[in-house]
């Protein structure tokens, strides 16, 4: 999990989400100041899988990285395996 603030030194938050997503599926949560409708949409269109705005309560954040890696975890454990013909073909990408 990444938790990153939008306005970082060198690269901003928005520059780490797209550099995540083009490699991995890492959860992302953006935390900063920016609090605008437009970064929140933007910050959660380039892939982070939440957006909390500072001040923020830090039983909040610990809750919101529960539920993301929770969301993790389930997506990671799926049975990705195609079956077709009733189950006579499977396909495990």
Do not use: C, H, W
């Not at 269109?45 to 389930?74: H, I, N």
């Amino acid at each position: 999990m990444v938790i990153a603030d939008i306005n970082m030194p060198g690269m901003d938050g928005m520059d780490v989400a797209r550099a995540i997503r083009r490699e991995r599926n890492t959860p992302i949560i953006m935390l900063t100041a920016r609090d605008e409708d437009t970064s929140k949409v933007l910050g959660l269109d380039l892939g982070a899988d939440d957006y909390l705005t500072k001040p923020f309560s830090m039983t909040e954040l610990q809750a919101r990285v529960r539920a993301v890696l929770r969301r993790a975890a389930e997506s990671a454990s799926e049975d990705r395996t195609l079956r077709f013909d009733g189950g006579q073909l499977a396909i495990d990408p």
